[in-house]
């Protein structure tokens, strides 16, 4: 069965600073996608990054940036120059299977940023 | 961009009573539609898988006769929170994907469910 686990239930970063939110996870299937989402007080799921697990480089997007262990299942987000506006729940999340098998994504337990000016 | 609306976004309903909750995709045929629940400051627990024209999977421990899933069409999902109680007060969530768009899942705006 797939497991995603974080274990940071929360962070403080300096604002303009970096931050590495930590995300392990556990598949058989050697198809998967992980993905970054984050979510507001608002509640709203706002997507951050993905990465499938044969691309062969480490995703990035702007300011973030996933750091793609295959061999130590690992899928850390990077967030670099940090702002207030990032403070939030970060959500680790994984889909087995090929993205056009639409499979179902299973979240870990959140890391809550907290951004110091 | 994809665009899932989800209705009502707060309800607060008397205890005993029945709640629906709609998730509509706007822009795309939505053939598989997820639905979640999340806690105060806890991760999204996934409750059912829906696909159009089919039952509802629901993922162990969730009652399926209390959580009614109903997809209808490619274009829209319903939950229905049957004879609410307290307990089931929630933050709950719906995921649509849409194969042909490659890795895309496009949430909804949540529903917040207060049962009193």
């Known amino acids: 069965a797939q497991k995603i686990t974080q274990t940071q239930p929360g962070m403080f970063v300096q604002e303009k600073e970096a931050v590495t939110l930590d995300c392990t996870y556990d598949?058989?299937?050697?198809?998967?996608?992980l993905f970054w989402y984050k979510q507001p007080s608002s509640g709203e799921m706002i997507f951050l990054i993905y990465?499938?697990?044969?691309?062969?480089q480490n995703a990035t997007e702007g300011r973030y940036s996933l750091n793609f262990q295959k061999a130590r299942k690992s899928a850390n987000l990077v967030i670099s120059a940090s702002q207030l506006g990032d403070s939030a729940m970060y959500f680790c999340?994984?889909?087995?299977?090929?993205?056009?098998?639409?499979?179902?994504?299973?979240f870990g337990q959140g890391t809550e940023l907290s951004v110091k000016p | 961009g994809a665009v899932v609306s989800q209705h009502p976004s707060r309800v607060i309903c008397k205890s005993g009573t029945s709640v629906k909750i709609e998730c509509r995709s706007l822009?795309?045929?939505?053939?598989?539609m997820f639905w979640y629940r999340q806690f105060p400051k806890q991760s999204l627990m996934l409750m059912a898988t829906?696909?159009?024209?089919?039952?509802?999977?629901?993922e162990q421990g969730v009652e399926k006769d209390k959580f009614l899933i109903n997809h209808a069409s490619l274009t829209l999902s319903t939950l229905t929170v049957t004879s609410a109680h307290p307990e089931d007060s929630s933050f709950y969530i719906c995921?649509?994907?849409?194969?042909?768009?490659?890795?895309?899942?496009?949430f909804g705006s949540g529903t917040r469910l207060t049962v009193v």
């Open positions: 995921s649509a994907v849409e194969p042909l768009r490659g890795y895309g899942y496009t």
């Open positions: 598949t058989s299937d050697p198809s998967y996608g």
């Open positions: 990465q499938g697990s044969y691309d062969q």
């Open positions: 999340a994984m889909r087995e299977g090929r993205s056009n098998q639409g499979g179902k994504l299973i």
């Open positions: 822009d795309f045929q939505a053939t598989t």
């Open positions: 829906s696909n159009e024209g089919s039952k509802a999977t629901y």
